[in-house]
């Protein structure tokens, strides 16, 4: 199976300052379409997680633009560029390009 | 608005039977990617079983191969999950999805004795 490691576990981040999570794969992620099928999720406490984007790069309608991804091959990352009170929560990387789809082992990002 | 309502879940001994049930609304589910997703109490997620669009082929984990079974009831617009010898690893939240992008609240299965 793909094994998904992110880095930080734990992110403790200063309102309004940027944060950024790495999502390292075992396998390349690109299908022969040239889609790299890696996607985020947001699953705030108590909520059912949320994709946030979608083949490295795409928002999700309705995510906000501080939210971005970039990467390519087997690295992969998140940034927010400016964190607010609701981004706070766990973050999942997510690979669908091999079965079984494999998610990385979350980052609890939280407020200082 | 789409939504998803799971339902099933519940205590049952090792070894039991679950069936859980995903009602959709919003949408038509012969058209999506179907999935359950599963996060054991306090833990990270995990894609349990996925049913093509076309209902012609299915996925499993294979912690869960040849004891679940996910299937598709296009005139009630919903989604099951037949769960067969479970397992106490199997205590889980359990999400139905359109692969992914819209999300259930999810139903709870805990196997214990």
């Known amino acids: 199976d793909v094994v998904l490691t992110q880095s930080p576990l734990s992110l403790p981040v200063t309102l309004g300052q940027a944060a950024s999570i790495s999502c390292r794969s075992t396998q390349r992620l690109e299908n022969s379409d040239g889609i790299t099928r890696l996607s985020w999720f947001h699953q705030r406490p108590g909520q059912s997680p949320r994709r946030l984007i979608s083949q490295v790069s795409n928002r999700d309608s309705g995510v906000p633009d501080r939210f971005s991804g970039s990467g390519s091959g087997t690295d992969f990352t998140l940034i927010i560029s400016r964190v607010e009170a609701e981004d706070v929560g766990v973050y999942y990387c997510m690979q669908y390009r091999h079965w079984p789809h494999t998610f990385g082992q979350g980052t609890k990002l939280e407020i200082k | 608005e789409v939504q998803l309502l799971e339902s099933g879940g519940g205590l049952v001994q090792p070894g039991g039977s679950l069936r859980l049930s995903c009602a959709a609304s919003?949408?038509?589910?012969?058209?999506?990617?179907m999935s359950w997703i599963r996060q054991a109490p306090g833990k990270g997620l995990e894609w349990v079983a996925h049913?093509?669009?076309?209902?012609?082929?299915?996925w499993y984990v294979d912690s869960v191969k040849g004891r679940f079974t996910i299937s598709r009831d296009n005139a009630k617009n919903s989604l099951h999950l037949q769960m067969n010898s479970l397992r106490v690893e199997d205590t889980a939240l359990y999400y139905c999805t359109t692969g992914g992008v819209q999300w259930g609240q999810g139903t709870l299965v805990i196997v214990s004795s």
């Open positions: 049913l093509q669009p076309d209902g012609s082929a299915t």
């Open positions: 919003g949408l038509t589910i012969n058209n999506y990617w």
